[in-house]
């Protein structure tokens, strides 16, 4: 029978009519809210950044491969499409789709307003799953191979800039050399991603359009758009493309070219490094308080123990068994709140956000495995380490004092 546990157990029984029991339950109180706190903290920031470069990847794919310039510029040189990378980075593990695009500047005109935009022409092998989520009006159109179709999905952003409305004629007009055609499409879906950099910016359109435009071929686009997995392998496949597709053509990752949004991104993980360190902080005063108490209340029995032989040892056991019992107590707490929480935020969006400001309409929740392992082992880990600091006190008390003044 382990000594050291059965004391443990007895002393959380015999404690819940004292004195130190008030501050158990705090400490108990304080790890639960500290853990909830970190564990909704983290799924709020994997979930907005999950978010937000979804959102990237959805205009851009993960990796995009163009021919090689000296200046990046929406209007690429022209690849053939029959590659010889192709069918080998499609059967690539971590790809899931490639698909060919190609890019236009234009000018949106109307009888009051004008507007810069990008004419974004896409293949029939374009995966338009992105987009079916973020459609609030109308709905996406089909690309054949046969011939062109004069659809095209626009912006809310772009539909409120230039009044615009679904099946409306949208006329833009293009710089070829000297020249300045126009062409007329109709408005076949408006999307609404929240990103206003994007949003304002593309017009998505059969890429025959570009190809006329552009006097290429059928068997010519602008490049490849690539997309993978998982995002966790984009340096690494980036890499791996790059060495894939020869020297004549370039690639280059989603993070590369929208660095500052990613900066950003990555800046957000120092705000949620100071709230982990308060939240620790705050937590840890309590909870070396609670166990100082606890010590000091059973200053009489531990004087006893040490009388009977027991070492400083033990009895930093049977204070730690304590300690492991208000942790287990708090973790348990703590994670059922804060699951509760987030699986509520998840199902039903209780907290909505100003998509102007943030990008997202409601507050966005991960529940990575990894991230909850993680939260909960390093709490585990500092309670653990902040015990024992307290526990050596143990040693400094003397059997003779301890039960003459008890």
Same mark, same amino acid.
């Given at each position: 029978?382990?000594?050291?546990?059965?004391?443990?157990?007895?002393?959380?029984?015999?404690?819940?009519?004292?004195?130190?029991?008030?501050? =158990?339950?705090?400490?108990?109180?304080?790890?639960? %809210?500290?853990? +909830?706190?970190?564990?909704?903290?983290?799924?709020?920031?994997?979930?907005?950044?999950?978010?937000?470069?979804?959102?990237?990847?959805?205009?851009?794919?993960?990796?995009?491969?163009?021919?090689?310039?000296? #200046?990046?510029?929406?209007?690429?040189? @022209? =690849?053939?499409?029959?590659?010889?990378?192709?069918?080998?980075?499609? *059967?690539?593990?971590?790809?899931?789709?490639?698909?060919?695009?190609?890019?236009?500047? /234009?000018?949106?005109?109307?009888?009051? $307003?004008?507007?810069?935009? !990008?004419?974004?022409?896409?293949?029939?092998?374009?995966?338009?799953?992105?987009?079916?989520?973020? %459609?609030?009006?109308?709905?996406?159109?089909?690309?054949?191979?046969?011939?062109?179709?004069?659809?095209?999905?626009?912006?809310?952003?772009?539909?409120?800039?230039?009044?615009?409305?679904? *099946?409306?004629?949208?006329?833009?007009?293009?710089?070829? /050399?000297?020249?300045?055609?126009?062409?007329?499409?109709?408005?076949?879906?408006?999307?609404?991603?929240?990103?206003?950099?994007?949003?304002?910016?593309?017009?998505?359109?059969?890429? $025959? $359009?570009?190809?006329?435009?552009?006097?290429?071929?059928?068997?010519?686009?602008?490049?490849?758009?690539?997309?993978?997995?998982?995002?966790?392998? !984009?340096?690494?496949?980036?890499?791996?493309?790059?060495?894939?597709? /020869?020297?004549?053509?370039?690639?280059?990752?989603?993070?590369?070219? *929208?660095?500052?949004?990613?900066?950003?991104?990555?800046?957000?993980?120092?705000?949620?490094?100071?709230?982990?360190?308060?939240?620790?902080?705050?937590?840890?005063?309590?909870?070396?308080?609670?166990?100082?108490?606890?010590?000091?209340?059973?200053?009489?029995?531990?004087?006893?123990?040490?009388?009977?032989?027991?070492?400083?040892?033990? !009895?930093? $056991?049977?204070?730690?068994?304590? +300690?492991?019992?208000?942790?287990?107590?708090?973790?348990?707490? /703590?994670?059922?709140?804060?699951?509760?929480?987030? %699986?509520?935020?998840?199902?039903?969006?209780?907290?909505?956000?100003?998509?102007?400001?943030?990008?997202?309409?409601?507050?966005? =929740? #991960?529940?990575?495995?990894?991230?909850?392992?993680?939260?909960?082992?390093?709490?585990?880990?500092?309670?653990?380490?902040?015990?024992?600091? @307290?526990?050596?006190?143990?040693?400094?008390?003397?059997?003779?004092?301890?039960?003459?003044?008890?």
């Amino acid at each position: 029978m382990n000594t050291e546990f059965f004391l443990a157990n007895r002393l959380v029984s015999r404690s819940k009519g004292n004195f130190s029991w008030t501050f =158990v339950v705090i400490a108990i109180t304080s790890i639960a %809210m500290g853990l +909830a706190i970190m564990f909704i903290a983290v799924a709020i920031l994997t979930g907005f950044k999950k978010e937000i470069r979804e959102k990237v990847v959805g205009f851009s794919g993960h990796i995009q491969i163009t021919k090689f310039a000296e #200046n990046s510029n929406y209007e690429p040189q @022209p =690849v053939e499409k029959d590659q010889p990378f192709y069918l080998k980075l499609k *059967n690539t593990r971590e790809i899931s789709h490639i698909q060919a695009f190609a890019t236009k500047a /234009g000018i949106i005109k109307t009888r009051d $307003h004008i507007q810069g935009v !990008i004419l974004k022409g896409i293949g029939i092998d374009y995966n338009w799953d992105f987009f079916r989520d973020k %459609m609030v009006e109308g709905q996406t159109f089909r690309v054949t191979q046969a011939g062109r179709t004069d659809e095209v999905i626009i912006s809310r952003k772009i539909a409120n800039l230039m009044n615009l409305h679904l *099946n409306d004629d949208l006329r833009m007009y293009f710089i070829v /050399g000297n020249t300045t055609p126009g062409r007329k499409f109709r408005i076949a879906g408006i999307y609404d991603t929240g990103l206003e950099e994007f949003d304002k910016l593309y017009v998505i359109c059969d890429m $025959h $359009h570009i190809q006329k435009l552009n006097n290429w071929t059928d068997g010519e686009v602008g490049g490849f758009e690539v997309f993978l997995k998982n995002f966790d392998d !984009i340096d690494r496949m980036g890499v791996y493309v790059y060495h894939q597709i /020869g020297f004549s053509l370039d690639a280059s990752t989603i993070k590369m070219l *929208n660095q500052q949004i990613f900066d950003w991104l990555d800046l957000q993980d120092i705000n949620v490094l100071i709230i982990l360190i308060l939240i620790v902080l705050v937590s840890s005063t309590t909870i070396i308080s609670t166990l100082l108490i606890l010590i000091l209340e059973r200053t009489t029995m531990i004087g006893i123990l040490k009388a009977l032989g027991m070492p400083n040892k033990g !009895i930093r $056991h049977v204070f730690l068994y304590n +300690a492991l019992y208000i942790v287990g107590w708090g973790m348990l707490w /703590g994670n059922l709140i804060a699951f509760t929480l987030c %699986m509520l935020q998840k199902k039903f969006s209780l907290v909505t956000l100003s998509q102007e400001t943030y990008y997202v309409s409601v507050i966005p =929740v #991960n529940l990575d495995v990894w991230n909850i392992l993680l939260i909960n082992a390093g709490t585990l880990l500092t309670c653990y380490l902040i015990f024992i600091v @307290p526990s050596f006190i143990i040693s400094r008390v003397t059997p003779v004092k301890a039960i003459r003044f008890s």
